[in-house]
């Protein structure tokens, strides 16, 4: 098996973005997922809506909706890209402590 070569650097090691002028455009798809672990208090406080700060869960999921629209400020090299959808999901995982 080769080895591709990374195209976001030049051939002496240095970053560079790559021209995708030339490219179709097409259909693209990327899922994404995270488990935060905390205290079993701090996920009562969640699940019960007692947070100091109010609805984490909702503020939580408003960042992802942003964070995906920032990714190509967030990361560096990534070409913006047109979205037409973000789904932001978040469920609670009491076995684990995690949200």
Do not use: W, Y
Request: hydrophobic share 45%; charged share 25%.
């Amino acid at each position: 098996m080769t080895e591709k070569a990374l195209t976001h650097f030049d051939d002496g090691g240095n970053a560079r973005m790559v021209d995708v002028g030339g490219k179709a455009e097409t259909e693209r798809v990327a899922v994404a997922r995270a488990s935060v672990t905390m205290q079993p208090g701090t996920l009562a406080l969640i699940r019960d809506g007692k947070a100091a700060k109010g609805d984490v869960l909702a503020v939580a999921q408003l960042a992802g909706i942003m964070a995906a629209k920032k990714t190509p400020d967030l990361i560096p090299l990534c070409h913006p890209l047109a979205l037409s959808s973000v789904d932001v999901r978040l469920s609670l995982d009491a076995a684990r402590n995690a949200v």
